[in-house]
Each structure stands twice: as C-alpha cells, then as structure tokens.
C-alpha cells in the first residue's frame, strides 16, 4: 500500500501547489482512506487521488490547513 500512497502523493504534488505541512496532511488522510481499501497498487493510487481531490472543495472529513491552490493559478498571481 505505501508504494500507492507515494503514487498519489507525487500525482497530486504535481497538480496543486501545497505546503510540506498541507503535504503531511493529506498523506496520512490518504492512508487513512486506504487503509479500508483494497486492489492493486494502481488501483488503490486512483481511489487515493480521487478522494484527495474531492476533499478539495467537500470538508467532509475537515479540510486541509489551508487549501492547495492549483499550480496554474499559482502561477498567475505571480506574474
């Protein structure tokens, strides 16, 4: 399971820009969806993503310190 949970870590990484704090976060509320999964490393990756990315915008299960923001706004406000 941990080679999945690095799989969605390094996916969602490269989709929103979150801090090492929000990063921490997110990996242990993703081991802790896993944790009642089960299927093959890649399978278990995509339920990992998609959970992370729904609690985006749907608290359910508390939000993140402070919400990622996507790479590409980031990158807008900057310029």
Known sequence: ???AIDRVMQ???MMVNITPVQ???ARQKVS????EK?????????????YLLGHETK????P??????????AAHRAS
Do not use: C
């Open 23 to 25: 990063e921490a976060e």
């Open 59 to 62: 608290p359910d299960d508390g």
């Open 11 to 13: 996916s969602y990484g």
């Open 1 to 3: 399971m941990q080679a």
């Open 64 to 73: 993140l310190t402070s919400a990622p923001r996507p790479i590409a706004a």
């Open 32 to 35: 802790n969806f896993l944790r």
């Open 38 to 50: 089960v299927g093959d490393e890649r399978t278990l990756a995509v339920e990992g993503l998609k």
